[in-house]
């Protein structure tokens, strides 16, 4: 059983960044694939980026291409979500969660795990 816990998030200005960070406090994330995730009030939950176990291997979301990165420090089972140019449609409860164990590749499905979530607002 892995439990993740985000953290970082807060409150910026449009065009502002964020760095969120996702830590394993019991279980293993190493040898899996790992995802963010961001939901809103009364809308699905959407997929955001992902991460291959080695870290090889990332996809996002259209929405937020060139302007985030996903990486991951397998050494201090941490993923990170650096988000640039914040736009107040980012607005979202933002969570990880682990994917397949040692996917060579990721996708926007097959996760679990889910964090507890970090609030991101963008002000306009």
């Known amino acids: 059983q892995v439990q993740l816990v985000e953290s970082g998030g807060g409150l910026v200005q449009a065009g502002g960044s964020l760095r969120l960070s996702c830590a394993a406090s019991t279980g293993t994330v190493s040898i899996y694939t790992m995802g963010w995730f961001r939901q809103t009030p009364g809308k699905e939950r959407e997929f955001v980026a992902c991460i291959s176990w080695t870290g090889g291997y990332t996809l996002f979301a259209d929405s937020v291409k060139g302007r985030f990165t996903i990486s991951r420090d397998n050494t201090k089972k941490t993923v990170s979500l650096q988000m640039n140019s914040l736009q107040p449609e980012d607005t979202a409860v933002y969570s990880c969660?682990?994917?397949?164990?040692?996917?060579?590749?990721?996708?926007?499905?097959?996760?679990?795990?889910w964090g507890q979530g970090t609030q991101v607002t963008v002000s306009s």
């Open positions: 969660a682990r994917g397949d164990m040692f996917g060579a590749v990721c996708r926007s499905t097959n996760f679990g795990s």
